[in-house]
């Protein structure tokens, strides 16, 4: 369902009565600040330029330009009778087109609420429970991942094999986008980080309408 549009150069917000699964955008690359709230919840979607980049397009199947398309997981399907709060900040070249898109039949039972973890240097930061994990200032020289799977697998993963694996879930552009880990089948127990400088981590973490014990 088309939202609306976002002129250049403006801070625009759109009022819904429902949570959507996905929010598509054009022209992802002139916007500054995407922030997502649903009353009740608090905010799901809160991303800078560099947040936006890392974390758009998950599982698509082909690369597609920052002019055409971005999509971003909001829930694992809509969210009917819940207010939600879209704002965004455009920079000053282009026009963005919105809309919320319901994909899957059947009513959401869980967020997919963003968050944003500092790394400091040669310090190892654990991450686990998450659906999407994106590292887009990893260096190719030196910093690399410590994986633990569900089954008790344990593997070193430098950005190379991080490629290697996103590579059997969506296609790569040779970017800083391409060193995201997928987890929205959740068979990743955790992951640790280790980088020589200081950088951002761009999460998607699982947030369920009702709390299940054990599950999140």
């Known amino acids: 369902m088309l939202l609306g549009s976002a002129s250049a150069g403006t801070t625009t917000q759109f009022n819904l009565s429902y949570v959507p699964q996905y929010l598509d955008i054009t022209n992802i690359a002139t916007v500054t600040r995407l922030r997502v709230t649903a009353l009740g919840k608090g905010t799901i979607l809160d991303l800078d330029a560099t947040g936006l980049s890392a974390l758009r397009n998950t599982r698509f199947q082909s690369t597609i330009a920052t002019t055409v398309l971005s999509r971003y997981f909001l ?11 879209i704002e965004v900040t455009n920079g000053a070249t282009a026009t963005n087109v919105y809309q919320g898109v319901q994909q899957d039949s059947g009513d959401a039972t869980l967020f997919y609420q963003s968050a944003i973890q500092k790394i400091f240097a040669n310090t190892g930061v654990t991450f686990n429970k998450f659906a999407v994990l994106a590292l887009p200032s990893m260096s190719t020289a030196t910093d690399y991942v410590q994986i633990e799977m569900n089954d008790g697998a344990n593997s070193r993963w430098d950005t190379l094999e991080l490629r290697g694996y996103m590579a059997q879930y ?14 929205l089948d ?7 980080v280790y980088c020589t400088t200081d950088q951002q981590a761009y999460i998607q973490k699982y947030l369920p309408l009702v709390a299940v014990e054990g599950r999140f």
Not at 75 to 85: E, Y
Not at 174 to 180: E, N, R, V
Not at 186 to 192: A, E, F, H, Q
């Open 75 to 85: 829930a694992n399907g809509i969210i009917k009778g819940m207010n939600c709060l």
């Open 186 to 192: 959740s068979i990743i127990n955790n992951v640790t």
């Open 170 to 183: 969506q296609s790569l552009d040779g970017t800083s986008s391409d060193f995201k880990i997928d987890n």
